[in-house]
């Protein structure tokens, strides 16, 4: 299982551009990882959001379908999150990161898995902001 990071503030998305390997390098997604085994998703998401972007998080909901991966080795599954107050993500891992708003979420080349959970970004960050 991967799992990844819609992490949504002020009505806008953090896309991240991923740096390796070469075959997705340029290619952007939801900062995340591999479930380690004994961790559950959301300890697993909370743990790579440190290492990745350096912020600790609260995970929410599921953001669109669980997607196979790798021709089913593998299954990426999204959450929405929110970062704790005053924390900023660092690209640590990253080449680049950006908020993207919801006319900009078309505006990166995503890895072609994350369609599915982009499709989705509109109704969440409708809802972020009504909150
Ligand atoms: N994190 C993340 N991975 C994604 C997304 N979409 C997508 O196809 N993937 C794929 C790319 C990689 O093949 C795999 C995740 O690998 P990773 O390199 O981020 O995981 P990791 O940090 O645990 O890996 P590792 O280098 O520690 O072994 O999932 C996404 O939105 N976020």
Do not use: N, Y
């Amino acid at each position: 299982m991967i799992v990844a990071a819609a992490i949504v503030k002020d009505g806008r998305v953090l896309a991240c551009e991923r740096s390796a390997p070469a075959e997705v390098a340029g290619r952007w997604e939801f900062p995340g990882g591999k479930v380690e085994p004994g961790e559950s998703d959301a300890q697993a998401l909370a743990r790579e959001c440190v290492e990745e972007l350096g912020v600790h998080v609260e995970v929410g909901a599921r953001v669109g379908p669980d997607v196979s991966l790798a021709h089913g080795r593998a299954v990426l599954r999204v959450f929405a999150v929110t970062l704790r107050d005053g924390d900023v993500p660092r690209a640590l891992e990253h080449t680049a990161m950006r908020w993207l708003a919801v006319d900009e979420l078309g505006s990166v080349p995503w890895l072609p898995a994350d369609k599915p959970i982009v499709a989705e970004l509109p109704a969440l960050l409708a809802a972020e902001r009504l909150a």
